[in-house]
Structures are given as structure tokens and as C-alpha cells.
């Protein structure tokens, strides 16, 4: 399962040698399917929709709810609460630079944000629509999503259709982007963005072997439209200990969906983006503080017992990959006047 | 408790005689008190707290969430949903022109936005916090409250406290102001901004008596800071067919804060801005359309049975009453960096 890639080194500003296509700079922006294309048309609506609480069955959660757009693109909860106060079984993904995952959702059952999109509005413990129909019945009732929709798709005969929604709700998430970290700006150039810890702590992590997985510019594997996706077993190296603790080898993972033996307890690789800001930890959030989620993931997959130093030039270093956030108007939701079709 | 107002007559544009304090063009801005002037820094510091849910106890549920400013200002349900999928007793009031109020909650039992904006935060079944300290304490955790709050409250030692939270809160509330609703538009002196179909509603508001308690810029009676309290029975005339239909006299309104015999079913009067946004209706929600309500509110209150031309007229004139909706940017919730203090 992992990609063995050219270790071409590439001399940085600190005299250390990094693996070429280890470490890269985030682009400003997202790649997008060829029959996707970002708009600002599409942008506006999926940002729209993407707040919009009318699309769950009683009114109540919308994509924001778990995926906090004002916040890390999560909802610092171990697992995200649904409709009707279901309990889910995966910690929720951040929104941010999701457009550069290979694939979507923790087991990767979806090949793109477009599908992933729809997921979440049918699924019964999170918007519990009882199916997409029943959502674009309810859109079609409000004269600005009609219009909305008429904008973003003007060659469209019948535009106002689940394709359509899931298209332009990826599309807003393909413009939540976070670039110029200070991190992207040491990529770049400014070798005064990090600190000695924060380099030394980047050392660590491709020395150990952190970046044999969390590697390229969204350190989770191949980005860009129809790459090859990323997965790994976790726990790579089972500890009873550990396990005891956390729990982490009762779900298990993409086998889920596939049913193969080779893919239990195996995930689509994540993203250290933005990582300070998205705690807690792992597919079932069990793990409070990224201090302790790097210790585990050292032995777990690794093997290695890391220093209470090492471990904090590592956090120091993931620190470092907070991002720039853009500014974002707040959508107004179009109205439905005079009546309401939530029901409970 | 009606508040006999003098009836001076006010010739408008249509050769109708208004009553002059009957109808008026909502002001820009609204009424602050002393202690506690609108000021930028406190405006955006009330605005993060408003869409934070860290404010609730498992993180999901904001003031946002239930009186959503990118719609009506509420949330499209009967009542709402709390934290644990809780259902609340009373329909949410908008938020927007909610600075317009004599008292606060359907029951008036916060004199001030200050008051109200404490209440859900350790309310069971709302945000369930068990108390304001440790919602104080999860501030102080995180960097960029503790920034905030001194900006806002630079002349306080210890600026991060509940008080200072709520009074900030109130404050961006109060620029939640929607003017120049077509209805402003007209009494500012545009004669075409209402229709004929319209101005037919506003007159037959007053001919039917409506008035007598949905009166003032905000058609919910006196407003400003101190204004007198603008409280009435509902259903002034018991009716058992409606009654068995919506189940309005269940909850006894102020009675259940006052225990006084008076009080019993009694509610602050309501407002009328954006009130085609805000179905469903009544204290309990029990009624979907804005139609129905409005013949429900003339048979209980006024005993009078509107014909289908009046309810249309008066529905076309309440639709007059949604206002401008001030564009905002969408805060950042700030950073607690590498760690969650949300517990399920």
C-alpha cells in the first residue's frame, strides 16, 4: 500500500536534504474534475448550501454543523453529533483543503468531494433526509435556490438536481483552501518562518518515518484530480497497551466497504494541514492532545519510542502548517416565505 | 395592559388618516444602554460568541444555531432543538430587531438583550453548560478570547467574565437591523413602494384593531431602553376549535415566571418585521403558514373572522415588512491550538 517514491534530496536553507516531493508548498488552489469546473456561480450556491440546515429532515444540521468552516473545518468532538442527537461513529474531517485528499471519507468510500457531498444529507444519524428527492423538492420550493441554480448551471435544461447541488457544494469546498502557512512561506523561500524546533521537528518526521504516508503538499499522498489514493493499516504494529486505551481496532476501517481481509483497520492516510487545529484524534477521536496523537502514531506505525523532545519539535513542526483562513462573506439563506416545511 | 396611545391622525400619501404612532420607519440603528454603548471591538467579540458552540457543553449547538442570522433569524421549526437532540417548549424568536424589544423571551422574564443572552448558555436542555464558570474557564483557554475581550473591555483588570460576555453578545445583537423593508421605503416617503393591495392590508390592520398592540417602529410596542413592557393575553377569546386545533393554552406563558392568576397565558407582544421569514407561528409553533396565523390572531384577539381579500391583503402587507439584511463577514471562531475541552 505505500508509494514508493523518487527520493531525489533537495537541498533546503538548512543544510539538511530533503526528499523532493516530501515537502511542498500548498497551491492557492484546488484542482477540479474537467466536467466541474470552479465558478463563481457554482461557488455562491454550494457556499449557500453548505449552510443551509433546511437540508436535513427537522432543520437542524447542515455541512457546517461538523465541518465548522468559522473554526478548524471540524467539530472538536471525538465523534459528530447528528440529527436527533445520533451519535456518529468517525471523527468528522476538516473542510479545509479537503480538495487535495485522493479520496474522501476515512475508508475512502467516496472517489470525490462530488460524491461525498451527498453522503451525509441521506445518511439516517447525520441530515436524515429520506432520500435526495425529498431535499431538491424542498429547494425547488424556494424561488432563490431556483434562481441559484439557474446561475450556476445556465445550460442546464432542469438544473435544480441532486448532481448539481453536490456539484457546486464541492466546489465551495474546493475554494476552502488555507495556503501561506508558515511552513508554505519556508517552502518558499523565507527561512526565517520557522523556528529551530519547528526545522528540527520537520528533520524528525522524515527521518523517523512519518513522511513515507504523510508526504506532498497536503502531507497525505498524492493531491490533484484522479490520483492515486492513499491508504495504510493503523495500527501497522498492534500494542495491547495502547489498544486498551483507545479502542482503536474495533472499527475496521475500509473493510467496511470493501469486505476484503487486506483492508481491515485501513484508512485513507490524512492530512497534517491544519492538524493544531482539528483535535481530537484518529478515525474514532479518542486521543485529547496532538502531543499524545504523534506519540501513538510514532509507536503504532513506526515502532519508535520518541523523546519527550522529539515529540515536541514534531508538534512544534505541525504547528507550523496552520494555515491563512480566507475571508469569507456569510451566505443568506434564500427564503421560504410564509410557511415553513420542517417538520419534526 | 393595553397601552391606550393618543391618536393623533397623520395624513400619508393614500388620503388615509394613520394613527401617528401606529405606523413607523424602523431607525438604522438601535437604542443602547448606558453601561453598556456599542463599540467595534465589543460588536465583533459579540459576534464570535454568537456562532461559537464551544459555548454548549458538547459543542454543538450555538446561539446561531436556533436564531440563525443568515435566515430569519430563527431556526424554521416549531420549537427548537437543543444539545442531546433536547426539544425546547417555545417557538425561537428572531434575533433580528430583537434590540427593538421591551423584554426579552416569549415570557419577558430578561428585561435586556444582557439578561436573555445568559439564559440558554446554562439552560439543560438549550446549551446545557452546568454553570457560566466553566464556560468563563474555556474562554480563558484560548488565546484569541482573552485578546478579544481585552480590546472590548480595555478598562477592565479582569476583563473576561460572563457579564462582559453577554453584554457583547446584546451588542452585536443590536446591529442586527434589518431597515428599509419596502414598508420603511414607503413611510419615508417613496408612495410606490407599497402597493395597492398593501396599503389595503395596512389600513385594515388598523380598521380591525390589530394595532392596538402591534404598533411602533417594530410593531411590537414601545421600544427602547426602559421602554415600557408591551405584554398581552393570548387567546384574549377562548375559542374551542382553535383550541383543540393548536393547543395554545397548555402553557401558561408569564404565569410560569410570575405565578400571578393575571399572567396566565400572557405573552410579550411579538414583533411583525420579517415575519414572512419566520414561520411557523405562536408561542408553540403550532401554526405553518402565515395566512392561517393571521386568521387565527383576528378570530382569538379581535374576534373578528377575516374574509380570504383581508387575509391576502394582510399577509401582502406584512410581506412589506421584511427588511435589508446587513452583509457580514464570517468570524473566525479562535484557536485552542492542539487539544479539545469538549466532552460528550
Not at 148 to 171: H, R, S, V
Amino acid at each position: 500500500m505505500l508509494v514508493f517514491r523518487s527520493l531525489v534530496m533537495l537541498s533546503l536553507f538548512t543544510g539538511h536534504a530533503f526528499a523532493q516531493d516530501t515537502f511542498k508548498a500548498l497551491p492557492d488552489k484546488a484542482p477540479a474534475p474537467k466536467d466541474n469546473p470552479i465558478t463563481p456561480a457554482k461557488t455562491e450556491l454550494g457556499k449557500v448550501l453548505y449552510f443551509d440546515p433546511r437540508l436535513s429532515h427537522n432543520g437542524t444540521i447542515s455541512c457546517n454543523t461538523c465541518h465548522n468552516v468559522m473554526a478548524g473545518g471540524d467539530d472538536s468532538r471525538a465523534t459528530s453529533v447528528g440529527i436527533n442527537g445520533q451519535k456518529g461513529g468517525r471523527n468528522a474531517p476538516t473542510v479545509w483543503n479537503s480538495a487535495f485528499l485522493g479520496v474522501q471519507f476515512w475508508d475512502g468510500r467516496a472517489p470525490d468531494l462530488e460524491a461525498q457531498a451527498k453522503g451525509p444529507i441521506t445518511n439516517p444519524i447525520e441530515m436524515g433526509m429520506k432520500n435526495h428527492d425529498i431535499a431538491i423538492e424542498r429547494l425547488t420550493k424556494i424561488p432563490g435556490y431556483v434562481e441559484l441554480f439557474k446561475k450556476a448551471y445556465p445550460k442546464d435544461k432542469n438544473p435544480l438536481n441532486i448532481d448539481n447541488a453536490a456539484k457546486a457544494i464541492a466546489t465551495y469546498e474546493r475554494t476552502l483552501i488555507t495556503p501561506n502557512s508558515r511552513f508554505d512561506k519556508y517552502m518558499k523561500g523565507n527561512k526565517k518562518a520557522l523556528t529551530a524546533q519547528e526545522i528540527r521537528g520537520m528533520k524528525a518526521v522524515e527521518e523517523i518515518g512519518c513522511t513515507a504516508c504523510h508526504y506532498g503538499a497536503n502531507f497525505s499522498g498524492p493531491i490533484g484530480i484522479g490520483a492515486e489514493p492513499n491508504y495504510h493499516k493503523f495500527p501497522q504494529n498492534p500494542n495491547k497497551e495502547i489498544e486498551k486505551k483507545y479502542n482503536f481496532t474495533e472499527d475496521l476501517g475500509r473493510y467496511e466497504i470493501t469486505k476484503k481481509d487486506e483492508d481491515k483497520n485501513v484508512y485513507r492516510v490524512q492530512t497534517w494541514r491544519n492538524v493544531a487545529l482539528t483535535a481530537p484524534y484518529f478515525h474514532n477521536g479518542a486521543v485529547k492532545t496532538l502531543d499524545e496523537a504523534v506519540k501513538v502514531m510514532a509507536k503504532l506505525q513506526l515502532d519508535v519510542d520518541l523523546t519527550e523532545a522529539q515529540t515536541q519539535d514534531i508538534v512544534a513542526f505541525l504547528n507550523s502548517l496552520t494555515g491563512e483562513f480566507p475571508k469569507q462573506t456569510m451566505p443568506r439563506l434564500p427564503e421560504l416565505r410564509n410557511t415553513t416545511f420542517i417538520e419534526d
